[in-house]
Nanobody, 116 residues
Framework: QVKLVESGGGLVQPGGSLRLSCAVS????????MGWYRQGPGKERGLVAS???????NVADSVKGRFTISRDGAENTVTLQMNTLKPEDTAVYYC??????????WGQGTQVTVSS
């Protein structure tokens, strides 16, 4: 069974940093794209950042300059480095991976809370 395993998240003060990681476990398939979405209280789920097989990234305007996404193709992992966090970044963050053959998978979600 192929699934996504997320790690990171938690409580941080405004201006702090957190790092989210997501790994594909189980049988190995190539990933077309890997990324992170988030859903804040009372909001719809939206893209935070993604990276395709060629390394091109797509980053939401609200986090540009603060968040960095990277992937390790050999290990099938994707990492989101979040700096200068703001209270409005508070949300459940979901890993999203589009695997060849398998299709799109979602992680279980990890809570990020930015509060003093």
């Amino acid at each position: 069974q192929v699934k996504l395993v997320e790690s990171g998240g938690g409580l941080v003060q405004p201006g702090g940093s957190l790092r989210l990681s997501c790994a594909v476990s189980g049988r190995r398939f190539s990933a077309n794209s890997m990324g992170w979405y988030r859903q804040g209280p009372g909001k719809e789920r939206g893209l935070v950042a993604s990276v395709n097989r060629g390394g091109a990234t797509n980053v939401a305007d609200s986090v540009k300059g603060r968040f960095t996404i990277s992937r390790d193709g050999a290990e099938n992992t994707v990492t989101l480095q979040m700096n200068t966090l703001k209270p409005e970044d508070t949300a459940v963050y979901y890993c999203n991976v589009n695997l060849v053959v398998v299709g799109v998978l979602w992680g279980q979600g990890t809570q990020v809370t930015v509060s003093s």
